[in-house]
Structure formats: C-alpha cells, structure tokens
C-alpha cells in the first residue's frame, strides 16, 4: 500500500497518560498534516509540515500537544497528560503541492479513546 | 477568518432523483473550493475541486461568488453515491472542512 499510513489505528488510554501517534506521508510528497475529528464534525486543521518545518499551529493544539517531522519523512503527534476531551479521530494527510492544486491523501487514522 | 457551511446534516434521496448538497463558504480572499467525500469503511478522499471544472462520477459543483456558494450536484442519484460528503475551502495554505452531510440513496 503505497498511500498514507498511521499507527495505531486504534488507542484506548487512561485519563493522564501520555500518547503517540504516528503518520507516514506518501514518499514523494513535502506536505504534511494533522486534523482532528469529533463525532458529527468535519475534520478540524490542528498543524502542517512543509519537509521538516512546522509552519502552522491551530488554536486547538494546546501545549500539551506537540508534532514532529524529523527529515521531512514521518511525522510523529504526543498528547501529553491525555484529557477525556481529547478522544477523536486523528487523521494525517499529504500532499505534494499547496494552493489550488491542494489535493490531500488522507490516512486511515487513529481512534483515541480516553478513558 | 475562513468559514464552510453545510447546512444539512443528514439528506436523503430516492435512486434516480437528483442530488443536491449544498455548501456556502466565507472567505475575504479569492475561495479555493473542494468537495471530499468518505464511503463506508474507506478513507476520506478528494471528489473534485473547483478549478478543475470537472465531473466526477455524474457529480458537478459550481462556484458562485455572489451567492458564495459551492453546491454539489448530480442529476441522477445511484445507491453507490451513498457516504459522506465534505465541502472545503483552502486558505492561508490548509483546508477548513465543512460539518459534512450524509448522504442516503434510497433503493
């Protein structure tokens, strides 16, 4: 399967726990991104990547979340001290180019479940 | 600030009538305008994008900066059109997603 790819694709943790979650782009694609989605919600932008640079972080990313992209390949997203209110769907997506050309590949996601 | 609209939450339409879901976006530059659409069990995927001025799957979407519309369309309604559909605006770089509507072809 040569599309996007997040692990796992299913997390059930504690209310306090730290979590990880994990997003391999298309190769050949420089663009990376993060988005949340609750149950009845569209997919709501959380952060992007362009190669290793983070160049935007939504208001709904608090400080208790933090993203990654070392070398520009995957992308790696921590929730620390999980919160109940952050149990979602986490999608990753990538692109190869910006602007009217955005088209983005979503991954499968991952389910969070805080308990 | 940008803002996508979608004001039905749930639409449902019998085989062979047409489809129309609708979508108004809110955006002080020039809108870049797609729909993505999620099937059953599969992930969310881009159906078609404004500046294409495509078709896809029987499915049409015009922009209308008066109205600041970008309604999705298609004339004939088919069982596999059934999922979930998704307007989004690009602006400053990302897309912001509408609610959604969820689609139901009846049989």
């Known amino acids: 399967d040569t599309g996007v790819s997040q692990n796992p694709r299913h997390k059930i943790t504690k209310r306090g726990q730290n979590v990880t979650f994990r997003c391999d782009p298309i190769s050949e694609h420089n663009r990376l991104y993060w988005y949340r989605q609750t149950l009845g919600q569209g997919p709501e932008f959380l952060t992007y990547?362009?190669?290793?640079?983070?160049?935007?972080k939504s208001r709904l990313l608090s400080d208790r979340f933090s993203a990654e992209r070392p070398k520009g390949s995957f992308s790696t997203l921590e929730i620390q001290r999980t919160e109940q209110g952050d149990s979602a769907m986490y999608l990753c997506?990538?692109?190869?180019?910006?602007?009217?050309?955005?088209?983005?590949?979503f991954g499968s996601g991952t389910q969070l479940s805080v308990l | 600030a940008q803002r996508v609209t979608q004001p039905e939450k749930l639409l449902s339409v019998f085989k062979g009538a047409p489809v129309e879901l609708k979508c108004n976006y809110s955006y002080s530059g020039s809108p870049e305008l797609f729909w993505y659409v999620q099937y059953s069990r599969q992930r969310l995927q881009l159906l078609l994008r404004?500046?294409s001025r495509e078709s896809i799957k029987g499915f049409t979407a015009d922009l209308n900066k008066g109205e600041t519309s970008f309604h999705l369309k298609k004339p004939f309604a088919q069982e596999e059109d059934s999922a979930m559909y998704y307007c989004?605006?690009?602006?400053?770089?990302?897309?912001?997603f509408g609610t959604g509507t969820r689609l139901t072809i009846i049989p």
């Open positions: 404004h500046i």
């Open positions: 990547f362009q190669n290793e640079a983070q160049l935007e």
């Open positions: 997506a990538s692109s190869s180019r910006g602007g009217s050309n955005e088209k983005l590949f």
């Open positions: 989004a605006l690009v602006g400053n770089e990302k897309l912001t």
